[in-house]
């Protein structure tokens, strides 16, 4: 004849009298209770749904971290080629300076891109290490998606004039000034 579970366990000396009375008791009450009609939580089927629980809610979590981190690669990407489809590759012997992170950084290039740069019509991009001048539209939708790469930006001047109570209005700026 087959012997029951907990004779078993207790023949190989995993459990002991007391535990198996411990054991058929809660049964019985768990039973009985069920019988009347009284709600019976099961707490081992409780704790299972909330580990179950838990570990959706890191995986969702896990999820959007790994969707974030590729979208976010995905428009440094997008920000890539359209530097390297619309960079102005011409250099030249006017040196240009601008501001960038408190530090004066300069770049070497023609007058006519000098004179774009000051008037708005072309911006400068990058990184830190690197930069490229390309349209201001280009440049536009390149602070859209984000807005570390705009190094330099100058607003559209449209060949406005000086506004009337500017008292240095009379005064003429050099050609040759650089700074």
């Known amino acids: ?67 974030k981190a590729a979208e976010e690669r995905a428009i440094q990407a997008q920000i890539q080629q359209m530097v390297t489809l619309n960079a102005i590759e011409e250099r030249g012997d006017v040196e240009y300076g601008f501001e960038y992170n408190g530090k004066i950084r300069n770049i070497f290039i023609t007058n006519e891109l000098r004179k774009a740069l000051i008037n708005g019509v072309l911006s400068i991009v990058g990184t830190s290490e690197t930069e490229s001048i390309v349209p201001r539209k280009v440049a536009q939708k390149i602070a859209e998606r984000d807005e570390s790469w705009v190094l330099l930006m100058n607003n559209k001047n449209d060949g406005e004039s000086t506004p009337a109570d500017d008292e240095y209005a009379g005064y003429e700026v050099p050609d040759d000034l650089m700074w």
């Open 1 to 67: 004849m087959a012997k029951s579970l907990q004779e078993q366990l207790r023949q190989a000396g995993l459990a002991n009298q007391k535990q198996v009375v411990k054991a058929r008791k809660a049964k019985n009450t768990k039973e009985k209770m069920q019988r009347k009609g009284v709600a019976v939580t099961d707490e081992a089927a409780d704790l299972v749904k909330q580990r179950e629980a838990e570990k959706l809610a890191k995986d969702r979590a896990l999820n959007d971290a790994k969707n």
